[in-house]
């Protein structure tokens, strides 16, 4: 009888410790998307914690919509696997993966899969280093471009400014050729692609399109890497090292046009020159110590090739038009190809977690983990500044609520909302009003970029908005 006793009080003391363990344990998401217990742990690049969406004043069956979105996604192939992650508060409530590499279906995402981040470098790179520059008195907004970039003088770029160049309204193109540099022009045949024809082209002008057959230079391009072809596009592919100076006299050679918004990659290849010039060192070196080192971003890097093997990154181009070939592990944007992997305007990698954990560092307005990063004053003012069209903050991208449909956010979004998207099919959203960041990483351009299904479904804005439903009553 005693025994028995005995027996049924460590039954019970177990069943109570139980009862406290599951209210202190929260479901972790794995890689394949289910759920497993794990202890209520601050973000870090290696494990995430999913804390109950309902903490959150969130409707976690409402949240489960974006599984369906992006399942759906990945079975009209608008991509072949993605990352979303979602922190309220500086909590994941949403992490997940999906999908794999390619839709051979070889490698499934995982939390630690890396993406070219494209154009969304912009803000979690380029824009960084400039906002540090502005924190420490280095630089001013009112400051010309040609105070630092000496081949800008005594052209009609001479009087553009920082802030001009970060509010999109500089008056320089959208895009340079600058890969034309190399390009054996007289012995490239004009080739005729066919509609149907899977290999990437390129429109040479508004009569020619061309596959990828381009014969380069020989004293541009090599094959094998030397101290006078020291930049590496691709495997097996170095440029001869004047390209940089040629790309910048392309620049300064460029008849410059309004004033008025125009987005361009332009803009912010020259903010990296000026960060550059003012730093005295390449702008992966300076970002590297100011920022993903010590915030331990182990999975963000410009040339992520030194230091991650090619499987921890998903390829963004099976054939790609230029360097002929897969491209994993090099920048997909030309541009920043052929000027070495470290541009402004592109060439960051990064898996969601990184991405998330840099921007909930500025709405935390510089600080995270006990560490400043940045002040509150200059994340206030380059998050908050918006140009006099309304459609740009100081380098971040923003809803255009008065026109849903040519805005990049959905329509629940309230105009404080800032960040950016990648054309390989990223992006990442912060909402100080709600104290949400929300990103989203594909390789959408695998294996062709041709056509865009990611934005033509609305994929990003359509899970976006389940965020902002999941919060209704």
Known sequence: MKNRIKILLVFLFFMVVMNLVENNFVATARADGDFSVAETEPINPNTSTLYLPEDFGMNSVKLAHIDTIVKNGIKAMAFPGCQVLVLKDGKPIYDKCFGNYTYEEEQKVQPTTIYDLASLSKTTGTLLAVMKLYDNGKLKLTDKASKYLTYLRGTDKEN???????FHESGLPSSLPFYQLVIEKKNTPPLPVSAKDPAPVIQMDKKRVVGPAFLFKEDWASKIPSVEYASQVSDSFYVNNRFHQSAMQMIAKTPMKSKTYLYSCVNFIILKEIVETICLTSMDVFLDREFYTPMKLNNM????????????????????????GVIQGYVHDPSAAFLGGVSGN????????????????????GEIDGK???SAETCRLFTTTTSASGRRDLGYDKPI???????PCSISAPRAVYGHTGYTGTCCWVDPVNKLVYVFLSNRTYPSDGINKLAKMGIRTKIQEVIYQSMKK
């Open 372 to 374: 400043r990063y940045l």
């Open 301 to 324: 890097a410009y040339l992520p090739l030194r230091k991650h093997k090619k499987e921890d990154i998903a390829p963004t181009l099976k054939k790609d038009f230029l360097r002929n």
């Open 346 to 365: 592109a060439g960051l990698f990064a898996s969601a977690r990184d991405v998330a954990k840099v921007y909930q560092m500025l709405l935390n307005k």
């Open 401 to 407: 609520p008065e026109n849903p449909k040519l805005s």
């Open 160 to 166: 553009i400014t920082i802030t001009q160049l970060l």
